[in-house]
T-cell receptor, first 114, second 116 residues
Protein backbone atom coordinates (compact mmCIF):
# COMPACT_ATOMS: atom_id res chain seq x y z
CA UNK A 1 0.00 0.00 0.00
CA UNK A 2 1.62 3.22 -1.19
CA UNK A 3 -0.55 5.45 0.96
CA UNK A 4 -1.97 7.27 -2.06
CA UNK A 5 -5.73 6.80 -2.38
CA UNK A 6 -7.64 7.21 -5.60
CA UNK A 7 -11.36 7.06 -6.14
CA UNK A 8 -13.25 5.74 -7.93
CA UNK A 9 -11.29 2.63 -8.88
CA UNK A 10 -13.46 1.98 -11.91
CA UNK A 11 -15.78 4.25 -13.83
CA UNK A 12 -17.83 3.70 -16.96
CA UNK A 13 -19.42 6.69 -18.59
CA UNK A 14 -20.79 7.81 -21.93
CA UNK A 15 -19.22 10.08 -24.50
CA UNK A 16 -19.84 13.72 -23.87
CA UNK A 17 -20.10 13.29 -20.13
CA UNK A 18 -17.96 14.75 -17.37
CA UNK A 19 -16.24 12.89 -14.55
CA UNK A 20 -14.13 13.78 -11.55
CA UNK A 21 -11.30 11.63 -10.28
CA UNK A 22 -10.12 12.14 -6.76
CA UNK A 23 -6.73 11.63 -5.16
CA UNK A 24 -5.60 11.76 -1.55
CA UNK A 25 -1.81 11.93 -1.33
CA UNK A 26 0.29 10.23 1.30
CA UNK A 27 0.16 11.91 4.66
CA UNK A 28 2.45 14.92 4.60
CA UNK A 29 3.08 14.89 0.86
CA UNK A 30 2.66 18.29 -0.75
CA UNK A 31 3.18 17.35 -4.39
CA UNK A 32 0.57 15.61 -6.50
CA UNK A 33 1.11 14.40 -10.04
CA UNK A 34 -1.46 13.09 -12.51
CA UNK A 35 -0.60 10.63 -15.27
CA UNK A 36 -2.61 8.97 -18.00
CA UNK A 37 -1.88 5.45 -19.19
CA UNK A 38 -3.76 4.23 -22.22
CA UNK A 39 -3.94 0.52 -22.97
CA UNK A 40 -0.47 -0.98 -23.30
CA UNK A 41 1.09 2.46 -23.38
CA UNK A 42 3.53 4.30 -21.19
CA UNK A 43 2.67 6.99 -18.70
CA UNK A 44 1.83 10.42 -20.02
CA UNK A 45 2.37 13.25 -17.60
CA UNK A 46 -0.66 15.48 -17.28
CA UNK A 47 -0.12 17.97 -14.47
CA UNK A 48 1.72 18.64 -11.22
CA UNK A 49 0.49 20.54 -8.17
CA UNK A 50 2.50 21.58 -5.17
CA UNK A 51 0.80 22.78 -2.02
CA UNK A 52 -2.24 23.97 -3.92
CA UNK A 53 -0.47 25.60 -6.83
CA UNK A 54 -0.06 24.32 -10.35
CA UNK A 55 3.64 23.81 -11.08
CA UNK A 56 3.86 22.02 -14.39
CA UNK A 57 1.64 20.97 -17.25
CA UNK A 58 2.23 18.15 -19.63
CA UNK A 59 0.09 16.78 -22.41
CA UNK A 60 -3.17 17.72 -20.76
CA UNK A 61 -6.11 18.42 -23.01
CA UNK A 62 -8.09 21.63 -22.62
CA UNK A 63 -11.11 19.47 -21.76
CA UNK A 64 -9.22 18.31 -18.68
CA UNK A 65 -8.55 20.36 -15.59
CA UNK A 66 -7.26 19.73 -12.12
CA UNK A 67 -6.89 21.38 -8.78
CA UNK A 68 -5.36 20.74 -5.39
CA UNK A 69 -7.32 21.76 -2.35
CA UNK A 70 -6.12 23.20 0.99
CA UNK A 71 -6.27 19.74 2.55
CA UNK A 72 -3.91 18.66 -0.27
CA UNK A 73 -6.27 16.25 -1.97
CA UNK A 74 -6.53 16.71 -5.70
CA UNK A 75 -9.20 16.26 -8.32
CA UNK A 76 -8.86 15.69 -12.04
CA UNK A 77 -11.88 16.80 -14.02
CA UNK A 78 -12.45 15.30 -17.45
CA UNK A 79 -15.20 16.79 -19.58
CA UNK A 80 -16.75 16.24 -23.01
CA UNK A 81 -15.39 12.74 -22.81
CA UNK A 82 -14.37 10.91 -25.95
CA UNK A 83 -13.74 7.22 -26.55
CA UNK A 84 -10.02 7.94 -26.68
CA UNK A 85 -10.06 9.20 -23.11
CA UNK A 86 -10.51 5.65 -21.90
CA UNK A 87 -7.43 4.97 -19.84
CA UNK A 88 -5.98 4.34 -16.43
CA UNK A 89 -5.44 7.61 -14.61
CA UNK A 90 -2.79 7.61 -11.94
CA UNK A 91 -2.19 10.01 -9.15
CA UNK A 92 1.20 10.08 -7.49
CA UNK A 93 2.56 12.07 -4.59
CA UNK A 94 5.89 13.07 -3.12
CA UNK A 95 6.91 15.00 -0.03
CA UNK A 96 8.53 18.11 -1.44
CA UNK A 97 9.04 20.09 -4.57
CA UNK A 98 11.82 19.23 -6.97
CA UNK A 99 14.08 17.48 -4.53
CA UNK A 100 14.41 14.28 -6.47
CA UNK A 101 12.03 12.49 -4.22
CA UNK A 102 10.51 9.20 -5.14
CA UNK A 103 6.93 9.54 -6.25
CA UNK A 104 4.45 7.00 -4.96
CA UNK A 105 1.50 5.98 -7.06
CA UNK A 106 -2.07 5.24 -6.20
CA UNK A 107 -3.78 2.21 -7.66
CA UNK A 108 -5.25 4.27 -10.43
CA UNK A 109 -8.75 5.04 -11.66
CA UNK A 110 -9.91 3.02 -14.62
CA UNK A 111 -12.03 5.15 -16.91
CA UNK A 112 -14.01 3.55 -19.69
CA UNK A 113 -15.87 5.81 -22.08
CA UNK A 114 -18.56 4.07 -24.11
CA UNK B 1 13.92 17.14 -25.66
CA UNK B 2 13.94 15.17 -22.48
CA UNK B 3 13.44 11.53 -23.36
CA UNK B 4 13.76 8.09 -21.87
CA UNK B 5 14.23 5.15 -24.22
CA UNK B 6 13.58 1.54 -23.41
CA UNK B 7 14.57 -0.30 -26.56
CA UNK B 8 13.33 -3.73 -25.50
CA UNK B 9 9.53 -3.93 -25.72
CA UNK B 10 9.61 -7.46 -24.32
CA UNK B 11 12.09 -9.74 -22.60
CA UNK B 12 11.94 -13.30 -21.35
CA UNK B 13 13.95 -14.96 -18.63
CA UNK B 14 14.01 -18.42 -17.17
CA UNK B 15 13.12 -18.70 -13.52
CA UNK B 16 16.22 -18.37 -11.30
CA UNK B 17 18.22 -16.81 -14.11
CA UNK B 18 19.42 -13.23 -14.48
CA UNK B 19 18.04 -10.66 -16.88
CA UNK B 20 19.03 -7.09 -17.70
CA UNK B 21 16.59 -4.44 -18.90
CA UNK B 22 18.07 -1.49 -20.71
CA UNK B 23 17.27 2.19 -20.43
CA UNK B 24 18.87 5.26 -21.94
CA UNK B 25 17.96 8.86 -21.36
CA UNK B 26 18.76 12.22 -22.81
CA UNK B 27 19.61 15.20 -20.68
CA UNK B 28 22.32 17.81 -20.49
CA UNK B 29 21.78 18.31 -16.77
CA UNK B 30 24.17 16.94 -14.20
CA UNK B 31 21.74 16.71 -11.31
CA UNK B 32 18.96 14.22 -11.79
CA UNK B 33 17.40 11.10 -10.37
CA UNK B 34 16.65 7.80 -12.03
CA UNK B 35 14.04 5.23 -11.15
CA UNK B 36 12.76 1.84 -12.12
CA UNK B 37 9.11 1.09 -11.51
CA UNK B 38 7.39 -2.25 -11.83
CA UNK B 39 3.81 -2.58 -13.04
CA UNK B 40 2.40 -6.09 -12.46
CA UNK B 41 -0.90 -7.22 -14.02
CA UNK B 42 -2.73 -5.41 -11.21
CA UNK B 43 -1.44 -2.22 -12.91
CA UNK B 44 -0.18 -0.79 -9.64
CA UNK B 45 3.07 1.17 -10.08
CA UNK B 46 5.66 -0.05 -7.61
CA UNK B 47 9.05 1.51 -7.03
CA UNK B 48 11.85 -0.99 -7.62
CA UNK B 49 14.99 1.08 -7.26
CA UNK B 50 16.24 4.67 -7.24
CA UNK B 51 19.59 6.20 -8.22
CA UNK B 52 20.94 9.69 -7.66
CA UNK B 53 23.07 10.82 -10.59
CA UNK B 54 25.69 12.36 -8.31
CA UNK B 55 26.36 8.99 -6.71
CA UNK B 56 28.87 6.82 -8.50
CA UNK B 57 27.90 3.71 -6.60
CA UNK B 58 25.23 1.64 -8.29
CA UNK B 59 22.03 1.23 -6.30
CA UNK B 60 21.03 -2.24 -5.10
CA UNK B 61 17.83 -3.55 -3.58
CA UNK B 62 17.97 -7.24 -2.80
CA UNK B 63 17.84 -9.07 -6.16
CA UNK B 64 17.59 -5.82 -8.11
CA UNK B 65 20.60 -3.74 -9.05
CA UNK B 66 21.39 -1.10 -11.60
CA UNK B 67 24.30 -0.42 -13.89
CA UNK B 68 24.47 3.36 -14.05
CA UNK B 69 26.76 4.71 -16.75
CA UNK B 70 26.47 8.47 -16.50
CA UNK B 71 28.67 9.33 -19.46
CA UNK B 72 26.74 6.94 -21.68
CA UNK B 73 23.42 8.07 -20.17
CA UNK B 74 22.52 4.48 -19.53
CA UNK B 75 20.62 3.05 -16.58
CA UNK B 76 20.00 -0.68 -16.87
CA UNK B 77 18.21 -2.87 -14.36
CA UNK B 78 19.54 -6.28 -13.48
CA UNK B 79 17.25 -8.82 -11.88
CA UNK B 80 19.02 -11.78 -10.34
CA UNK B 81 17.46 -15.11 -9.43
CA UNK B 82 14.31 -14.20 -11.35
CA UNK B 83 11.04 -15.25 -9.80
CA UNK B 84 7.60 -15.75 -11.29
CA UNK B 85 6.43 -12.72 -9.36
CA UNK B 86 8.89 -10.55 -11.26
CA UNK B 87 6.77 -10.84 -14.38
CA UNK B 88 5.55 -7.33 -15.08
CA UNK B 89 6.02 -4.20 -17.13
CA UNK B 90 9.10 -2.30 -16.06
CA UNK B 91 9.34 1.43 -16.57
CA UNK B 92 12.47 3.51 -16.39
CA UNK B 93 12.01 7.13 -15.36
CA UNK B 94 14.05 10.19 -14.59
CA UNK B 95 13.48 13.43 -12.75
CA UNK B 96 15.24 16.76 -13.22
CA UNK B 97 14.92 18.96 -10.15
CA UNK B 98 16.51 21.89 -11.94
CA UNK B 99 14.30 21.74 -15.00
CA UNK B 100 11.68 23.97 -13.51
CA UNK B 101 8.97 21.57 -14.53
CA UNK B 102 9.66 18.90 -11.93
CA UNK B 103 8.21 16.25 -14.18
CA UNK B 104 9.06 12.63 -13.91
CA UNK B 105 9.61 11.35 -17.45
CA UNK B 106 8.84 7.71 -18.12
CA UNK B 107 9.98 5.37 -20.85
CA UNK B 108 7.57 3.21 -22.82
CA UNK B 109 8.26 0.12 -20.74
CA UNK B 110 9.65 -3.38 -21.13
CA UNK B 111 7.39 -6.35 -20.57
CA UNK B 112 9.23 -9.07 -18.68
CA UNK B 113 8.07 -12.64 -18.91
CA UNK B 114 9.41 -15.20 -16.46
CA UNK B 115 9.37 -18.78 -17.69
CA UNK B 116 8.94 -21.62 -15.23
Amino acid sequence: DSGVTQTPKHLITATGQRVTLRCSPRSGDLSVYWYQQSLDQGLQFLIHYYNGEERAKGNILERFSAQQFPDLHSELNLSSLELGDSALYFCASSPTYGAGNTIYFGEGSWLTVV
Amino acid sequence: AQTVTQSQPEMSVQEAETVTLSCTYDTSESDYYLFWYKQPPSRQMILVIRQEAYKQQNATENRFSVNFQKAAKSFSLKISDSQLGDAAMYFCAYHLPSSGTYKYIFGTGTRLKVLA
